[in-house]
């Protein structure tokens, strides 16, 4: 009876305390209602219900925990707390679910995992005799001594309490990275001693991260990933790929992590947004939609920096418009809080979404006219999204024959453009249309595979330039292009420009043998 009053009380407790912390729904509502009359096998089919309808907050699986534990089903009880644990919810709930949590899996005899739920409550500042008791308890468990690691662990502990202490009064890096590798040895030890430590590895991982020894860290997160296949590993091991700017390789770690989505909301929004980042860096637009609109969804159940929100608005409306799709409410941007380039951007490819190429060429100038640096893209001159849409800005400036325009864009960006199949054609199409014949001609030579109209603008260059051996050179391959051939022969026979090169005295035979000629195989 005692724990029924209690469980009572509890409920109108936590419906009190949370109400202005996430809309609740229907379900939700209802089973609080039936949970503080008591009735507890109605309050859990309306809990079961509401998570059934997709909600996505602790609150359900928290009063679901609570019955199982009152019920004595702690076993059962267990994965509602972790579930609880992991979703958004008031600080002070969020207590509830680890001390829980510590004490059941100490019931249970799984200290690592009840030390972990021990220094989540510290963190949160609890402080109680029963943490000692636990960690006393373990240090037995696990026999004793510094044979089994627990000693270790306990250094690491207090280690880890100097570095935040440290941290907060504003140490120097070097300091808080020599109290780092202490932290890091000792939970080495640890693991070394017994592998039962090694779910330790994050935060060995975490502080090599803190002291900017990336490379260790993608080294523990891929044995961590490897091993227990953890999907926050894979997350590290995607974001750690991704700020390298190695896209593809960020994306196969991401769709790893989603195999087995985390119940941690905030690590599945970051999932998907960083994937919708890589996917859009790569000009895969649908794919960086199809991420985007989860990393949304999810925005709206836990708490964001506004720079992240804002981040991510930008790339979700970059990625919609790219379907031709504006979102009137949601993609709206003030010049007082977005940059120009963003700006410029965003109104170019919502110009071609409207079909209106010569609008969009007037903003695809602007989007990259200074050294814009974004927040969100450290070291980055410019962020990804847009680098990925600068072959977008050039196409759009060469249909609308903004020629000069278009070299310079090609000029500045050389690097990233270089491995793109149409950056030479643009520029050499672009020199000719100018009457740059020599530039021209520079840029043909690099073309690889040029289409038939390349072939002939090529030839026309020579031409103007006066280089009839060229012309006969480069004709004989081009006139192998049974695509070219038909409208090579008629120009050779028939245009003026041409004329030099028929009054060679074999012009008709090396005609006749470049048109009659095949294919090599």
């Not at 325009?405 to 054609?425: C, H, M, P, R, Y």
């Not at 520079?442 to 038939?452: L, W």
């Given at each position: 009876?005692?724990?029924?009053?209690?469980?009572?009380?509890?409920?109108?407790?936590?419906s009190?305390?949370?109400?202005?912390?996430?809309?609740?729904?229907?379900?939700?509502?209802?089973?609080?209602?039936?949970?503080?009359?008591?009735?507890?096998?109605?309050?859990?089919?309306?809990?079961e219900?509401?998570?059934?309808?997709?909600?996505?907050?602790?609150?359900?699986?928290?009063?679901?925990?609570?019955?199982?534990e009152?019920?004595?089903?702690?076993?059962?009880?267990?994965?509602?707390?972790?579930?609880?644990?992991?979703?958004?919810?008031?600080?002070?709930?969020?207590?509830?679910?680890?001390?829980?949590?510590?004490?059941?899996?100490?019931q249970?005899?799984?200290?690592?995992?009840?030390?972990?739920?021990?220094?989540?409550?510290?963190?949160?500042?609890?402080?109680?005799?029963?943490?000692?008791?636990?960690?006393?308890?373990?240090?037995?468990?696990?026999?004793?001594?510094?044979?089994?690691?627990?000693?270790?662990?306990?250094?690491?502990?207090?280690?880890?309490?100097?570095?935040?202490?440290?941290?907060?009064?504003?140490?120097?890096?070097?300091?808080?990275?020599?109290?780092?590798?202490?932290?890091?040895?000792?939970?080495?030890?640890?693991?070394?001693?017994?592998?039962?430590?090694?779910?330790?590895?994050?935060?060995?991982?975490?502080?090599?991260?803190?002291?900017?020894?990336?490379?260790?860290a993608?080294?523990?997160?891929?044995?961590?990933?490897?091993?227990?296949?953890?999907?926050?590993?894979?997350?590290?091991?995607?974001?750690?790929?991704?700020?390298?700017?190695?896209?593809?390789?960020?994306?196969?770690?991401?769709?790893?992590?989603?195999?087995?989505?985390?119940?941690?909301?905030?690590?599945?929004?970051?999932?998907?947004?960083?994937?919708?980042?890589?996917?859009?860096?790569?000009?895969?637009?649908?794919?960086?939609?199809?991420?985007?609109?989860?990393?949304?969804?999810?925005?709206?159940?836990?708490?964001?920096?506004?720079?992240?929100?804002?981040?991510?608005?930008?790339?979700?409306?970059?990625?919609?418009?790219?379907?031709?799709?504006?979102?009137?409410?949601?993609?709206?941007?003030?010049?007082?809080t977005?940059?120009?380039m963003?700006?410029?951007?965003?109104?170019?490819?919502?110009?071609?979404?409207?079909?209106?190429?010569?609008?969009?060429?007037q903003?695809?100038?602007?989007?990259?006219?200074?050294?814009?640096?974004?927040?969100?893209?450290?070291?980055?001159?410019?962020?990804?999204?847009?680098?990925?849409?600068?072959?977008?800005?050039?196409?759009?400036?060469?249909?609308?024959?903004k020629?000069?325009?278009?070299?310079?864009?090609?000029?500045?960006?050389?690097?990233?453009?270089?491995?793109?199949?149409?950056?030479?054609?643009?520029?050499?199409?672009?020199?000719?249309?100018?009457?740059?014949?020599?530039?021209?001609l520079?840029?043909?030579?690099?073309?690889?595979?040029?289409?038939?109209s390349?072939?002939?603008?090529?030839?026309?260059?020579?031409?103007?330039?006066?280089?009839?051996?060229?012309?006969?050179?480069?004709?004989?391959?081009?006139?192998?292009?049974?695509?070219?051939?038909?409208?090579?022969?008629?120009?050779?026979?028939?245009?003026?420009?041409?004329?030099?090169?028929?009054?060679?005295?074999?012009?008709?035979?090396?005609?006749?043998?470049?048109a009659?000629?095949?294919?090599?195989?």
């Open positions: 009876m005692k724990k029924a009053k209690f469980l009572i009380g509890l409920a109108l407790v936590l009190a305390g949370n109400s202005g912390a996430f809309a609740k729904s229907k379900e939700l509502i209802l089973g609080e209602k039936a949970y503080s009359r008591g009735s507890f096998d109605a309050a859990k089919q309306h809990f219900q509401a998570i059934d309808n997709g909600d996505e907050s602790g609150d359900p699986r928290l009063y679901i925990g609570l019955i199982l009152s019920r004595r089903q702690y076993a059962e009880s267990i994965p509602y707390f972790r579930a609880a644990a992991e979703r958004p919810m008031q600080k002070k709930f969020k207590k509830v679910a680890y001390w829980k949590l510590a004490i059941l899996y100490r249970a005899k799984q200290y690592p995992e009840s030390l972990r739920y021990v220094e989540r409550l510290e963190e949160l500042g609890e402080k109680s005799e029963l943490f000692e008791k636990i960690r006393m308890e373990a240090e037995g468990h696990h026999g004793g001594g510094s044979s089994k690691g627990y000693s270790d662990v306990k250094k690491a502990v207090v280690l880890e309490k100097q570095y935040r202490e440290k941290s907060s009064q504003g140490a120097e890096a070097g300091e808080l990275c020599e109290i780092a590798d202490s932290i890091i040895a000792a939970y080495t030890a640890a693991i070394a001693a017994d592998p039962r430590w090694k779910e330790y590895r994050f935060k060995i991982a975490l502080y090599h991260e803190r002291c900017k020894r990336m490379g260790e993608e080294r523990v997160y891929a044995q961590i990933w490897d091993e227990a296949r953890d999907p926050a590993a894979a997350y590290k091991l995607g974001l750690l790929a991704r700020k390298r700017k190695d896209y593809k390789l960020a994306l196969k770690f991401f769709g790893g992590a989603l195999e087995n989505p985390p119940e941690d909301l905030q690590m599945r929004f970051y999932i998907h947004y960083n994937a919708a980042q890589a996917h859009y860096a790569l000009g895969n637009l649908a794919e960086a939609y199809a991420h985007a609109r989860p990393a949304r969804r999810l925005s709206g159940e836990i708490e964001l920096k506004k720079k992240t929100q804002q981040a991510l608005r930008r790339l979700y409306c970059l990625a919609k418009i790219s379907k031709r799709i504006h979102e009137e409410d949601y993609c709206r941007f003030s010049q007082k977005e940059s120009k963003f700006m410029s951007l965003y109104a170019m490819k919502r110009a071609l979404a409207e079909n209106n190429s010569a609008e969009a060429a903003h695809a100038v602007q989007i990259y006219a200074g050294d814009t640096v974004d927040d969100d893209e450290s070291g980055a001159s410019l962020p990804a999204y847009a680098l990925s849409d600068l072959p977008v800005a050039v196409g759009v400036l060469f249909k609308e024959e020629y000069r325009a278009v070299i310079e864009l090609t000029s500045k960006f050389k690097t990233q453009l270089q491995d793109l199949k149409d950056t030479n054609g643009w520029r050499a199409v672009s020199h000719f249309a100018l009457k740059e014949y020599g530039s021209a520079v840029e043909f030579d690099k073309i690889k595979n040029p289409s038939p390349q072939m002939n603008l090529h030839l026309m260059a020579m031409a103007h330039m006066g280089d009839i051996a060229g012309i006969k050179s480069r004709g004989r391959v081009y006139l192998k292009d049974p695509r070219a051939r038909k409208k090579l022969t008629e120009n050779f026979r028939k245009m003026r420009l041409y004329e030099s090169l028929r009054r060679e005295p074999d012009f008709e035979i090396w005609l006749n043998e470049g009659g000629a095949s294919l090599p195989e």
